[in-house]
């Protein structure tokens, strides 16, 4: 590989011995999300079909509510993503100004309807709308996001269960990729209810040796750099630096944190001019939760973009003909 400018590294601290090691290190592999998601998404094609032959269509409700942009895109891409596979959808957008209880009301109609087998509410809501109540609404056979407490508890228990979708899209990156996870020690920083927690559970079910860390946790960095998989869920731009990271670790960046100013560009991404021309062009660009420069130190590592978040739609597709299928008995 190509050494890093020495400057570089002593600008995050590294010791000579460390400087070494990244010496002797190879260029670490990217591990590349959007075709792992492809791969995915064939195969539950193929599954739709198989159960079109059963006179079965699952069907996805999505409920969309107000005009956040991002919240926009991701849905849209979802909804997309059923027409590609065949899956039935409904998107559902009320405005944002609905209250609790009408979303309540929604909620307890999907929860009747029958070509309705999952059903995602996508996060964030407005704050005056009660989301846990929402969430708590959605009957646990058709909570495609895993987010209830009762498919919290079933995880939990190692119970099948309805996996939240990005953690169950981390496990799929490193089975695929041929990454061993037994007797690893994983280290997943940040403890969400949506990803932390059940990372944290799906990699221990996987009989990996787990450490949940977080913004209280002391010395993080010797914590970190423990870890044999490194699960970065803590949603601040590039917070995972160089020294953090274990050499030939592999690193899954679960961040995607918009960069808009250009002293922030800078930091991430000085002499990147690829990264530079669309940065110019769109006035934005992206960065996970991993400083870019913390990648040369990993084994392997998913890149932002590309990397977690195809995985979070193709699981989604994964678990609403799984639902169809259990609601079914089939
Ligand atoms: N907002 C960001 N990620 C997600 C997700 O995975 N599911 C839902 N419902 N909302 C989100």
Redesign the pocket.
């Known amino acids: 590989m190509i050494p890093l400018a020495l400057s570089r590294l002593q600008q995050f601290n590294l010791g000579p011995k460390r400087y070494d090691d990244l010496r002797e290190s190879r260029m670490p592999t990217i591990l590349d999300g959007a075709a792992i998601a492809a791969a995915i998404k064939l195969e539950v094609a193929e599954e739709v079909k198989a159960l079109a032959a059963q006179g079965v269509r699952p069907g996805l409700a999505a409920v969309l509510v107000g005009n956040l942009a991002a919240s926009e895109i ?1 849905v849209r891409s979802k909804v997309q993503s059923c027409a590609d596979l065949g899956i039935y959808s409904d998107l559902i957008t009320p405005p944002a100004d609905v209250t609790t209880e009408d979303m309540l009301d929604l909620v307890s109609a999907l929860n009747s309807r029958d070509d309705i087998d999952g059903i ?4 964030p809501l407005p704050a005056h709308v009660d989301t846990k109540a929402l969430l708590d609404a959605v009957s646990p056979a058709k909570d495609v ?1 895993g987010f209830h407490p009762v498919n919290a508890g079933r995880l939990q228990a190692g119970r099948p269960a309805l996996a939240p ?2 953690p169950a899209g981390i496990i799929e990156i490193l089975k695929r990729s041929g990454i061993a996870i037994a007797g690893q020690h994983a280290v997943v920083v940040g403890r969400s209810d ?1 990803v932390g927690k059940p990372a944290a559970m799906l990699l221990l079910h996987q009989n990996a040796t787990v450490t949940i860390c977080h913004s209280k946790t002391r010395d993080l960095p010797a914590i970190t750099r423990q870890a044999d998989i490194l699960v970065a869920a803590i949603g601040r731009a590039g917070f995972i630096t160089p020294e953090m990271v274990q050499p030939g670790a592999t690193i899954i960046d679960v961040g995607i944190n918009r960069i808009t100013d250009r002293a922030e560009f800078d930091r991430f991404f000085a002499g990147d001019a690829k990264r530079e021309a669309t940065f110019l062009k769109r006035g934005s660009t992206l960065v996970g939760d991993v400083h870019p420069k913390a990648f040369e130190m990993a084994g392997a590592y998913t890149p932002v973009p590309g990397g977690v978040g195809p995985l ?1 739609i193709a699981m989604l597709m994964a678990n609403t003909v799984r639902a169809a299928r259990m609601r079914r008995g089939l």
Not at 120 to 123: F, R
């Open positions: 991701y995602l509410i996508q996060l996001d979708c990005t949506i979070t």
